[in-house]
């Protein structure tokens, strides 16, 4: 196997000098070499909130249009958040029981590693934030949740996962993460049976 084959782009970012390397039996050295630097850099490259508990299917997915989803999820009067989180207000960024609002939110979401200000915006709380720190509107909340279930919101893309609907060869309707996920507490819940139905009496002639 040729080096040039193994090594570029893979190991350009994190090996600084790989040509100076003299092996004696180059090519199957240089592949495990190859592959275990690749593996280390990936690992020294990928966001360490990518590796608690998440597949390695999950890279984050790039969405390259804006697609059709109903409004976020939000109790009447939440929204705008502004309307209480005046961003002249110099925000609270310590990991706290919530006391004076937001009572009603325990986060079960990977609660041991995450914070709140994880995905809401510090500084602009009517946005989420995306990990390099870009800011979306909630009505773009899949793009949040994609940065870490990449494996999830690619079925969701592709109609696989969470009800998609439309025409099968032209436009396409989705409905949020969050419209079947409770982002705080996403664990689908269990749904309560139904009682079976009732035998209808039977016939009398009349
Ligand atoms: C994993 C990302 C994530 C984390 C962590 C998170 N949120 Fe959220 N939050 C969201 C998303 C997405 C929405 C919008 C969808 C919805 O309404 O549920 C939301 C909605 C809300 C709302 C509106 C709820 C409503 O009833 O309309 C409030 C308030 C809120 N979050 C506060 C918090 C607080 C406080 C914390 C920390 C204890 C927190 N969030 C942690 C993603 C997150
Ligand atoms: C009625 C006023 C009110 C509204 C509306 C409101 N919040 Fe809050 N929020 C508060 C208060 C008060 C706190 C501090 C709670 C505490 O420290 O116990 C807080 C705390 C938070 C925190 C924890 C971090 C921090 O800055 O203290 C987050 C995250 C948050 N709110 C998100 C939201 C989001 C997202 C919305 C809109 C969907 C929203 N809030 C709407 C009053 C509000
Ligand atoms: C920063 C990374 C991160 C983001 C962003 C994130 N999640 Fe998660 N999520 C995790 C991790 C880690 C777990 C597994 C640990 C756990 O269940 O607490 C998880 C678990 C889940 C589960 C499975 C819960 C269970 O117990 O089976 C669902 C569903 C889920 N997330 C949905 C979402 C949705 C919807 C969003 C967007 C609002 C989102 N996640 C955003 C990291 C993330
Ligand atoms: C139409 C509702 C719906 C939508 C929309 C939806 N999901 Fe789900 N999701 C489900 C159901 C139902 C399950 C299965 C729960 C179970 O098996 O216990 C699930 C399971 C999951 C799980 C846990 C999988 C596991 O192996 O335990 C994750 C993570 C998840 N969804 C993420 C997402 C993300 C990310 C999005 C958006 C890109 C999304 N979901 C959109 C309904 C939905």
């Known amino acids: 196997m040729a080096y040039g084959a193994v090594v570029p782009p893979l190991l350009e970012p994190c090996a600084p000098n790989p040509g100076r390397m003299r092996v004696k039996y180059p090519g199957l050295l240089l592949c495990a070499v190859a592959s275990w630097l690749a593996t280390a850099c990936q ?3 990928r966001p360490s909130y990518l590796s608690h508990g998440v597949e390695a299917a999950s890279t984050p997915v790039e969405f390259e249009q804006e697609l059709e989803v109903p409004p ?3 109790t009447e009067g939440a929204f705008p958040c502004s309307d209480c989180h005046d961003p002249a207000i110099p925000p609270n960024t310590k990991r706290r029981e919530m006391k004076l609002a937001h009572t009603e939110i325990k986060l079960h979401h ?3 590693h995450r914070w709140c200000l994880d995905c809401h915006s510090a500084e602009n709380r009517d946005k989420l934030h995306l990990a390099s720190g ?3 509107d909630f009505t773009e909340s899949y793009k949040l949740c994609g940065q870490c279930h990449g494996d999830k919101a690619r079925d969701w ?3 696989v ?3 998609r609907s439309g025409n099968w060869d032209g436009h396409k309707k989705y409905l949020l993460c969050v419209n079947c996920h409770n ?4 664990k689908f819940q269990p749904l309560k049976p139904l009682p079976p139905p ?3 009496a039977p016939r009398t002639s009349s």
Not at 183 to 186: G, L, T
């Open 183 to 186: 982002s705080h507490a996403p």
């Open 43 to 45: 690992e020294h490259e």
């Open 110 to 112: 990977d609660a041991e």
């Open 198 to 200: 009732i035998r209808p």
């Open 157 to 159: 893309r592709a109609g």
């Open 72 to 74: 976020p999820p939000f």
């Open 161 to 163: 996962h969470g009800r």
């Open 134 to 136: 870009e800011l979306i």
